[in-house]
């Protein structure tokens, strides 16, 4: 079968979203390390745990919310557990499992964080963009998530929104 090569419009699209994908973590990532001494990754986990029920999840359970493996999130967690923001223990229901809770100096951390993140999506993502290309934004995410996410790994996320 003859491959379906991109059209000029096509490539022009393509080429534009893989820029912003390659650009827009190191942004996000640069801002929250100089403002926060945190990774986008260790805020992520962070955020993740702060809006869990009693700041609990599962390791198994923030490693599918973060889209990463285990053993990158355990390293994670490692540092974040070093610098007293989060606390690992056995989970109560199945001794074989671990859990991740977020400290009371974690959830000051991700608090104090918060406002310089968000400014940060606003000042790359949402205020170049007018109130109708953030809803062709959102409706095209909800497009590609479905060949992306198939297993709706990350479903709890982006659907929580409204």
């Known amino acids: 079968m ?6 000029a419009q096509e490539r022009a ?4 979203l893989i820029a912003v994908v390659e650009l827009l973590p190191s942004a ?3 801002q929250l390390r100089r403002d926060s001494q945190l990774t ?3 805020y992520y986990v962070l955020a993740m745990l702060s809006e869990s029920p009693e700041r ?3 390791m198994t359970a923030l490693a599918a919310r973060t889209n990463a493996t285990l053993p990158r999130l355990s390293h994670v967690v490692r540092r974040l557990e070093d610098r ?3 606390e690992r223990f056995p989970c109560p229901q199945d001794g074989r499992a671990t859990n991740a809770r977020l400290t009371p100096a974690g959830r000051d951390a991700v608090v104090a964080a918060a406002p310089g ?8 993502v949402l205020d170049p963009l007018s109130k109708q290309q953030v809803t062709q934004l959102r409706e095209i995410c909800d497009a590609l998530l479905p060949t992306l996410d198939p297993d709706r790994t990350l479903a709890p996320l982006y659907e929580s929104t409204t």
């Open 28 to 30: 996000l990532d640069a």
């Open 84 to 86: 007293g923001l989060v």
């Open 117 to 124: 993140h968000v400014e940060a999506v606003r000042r790359h």
């Open 56 to 58: 609990t999840l599962r």
């Open 13 to 16: 699209a393509w080429l534009r």
């Open 40 to 42: 986008h990754f260790d």
């Open 2 to 7: 003859e491959p379906r090569w991109l059209d």
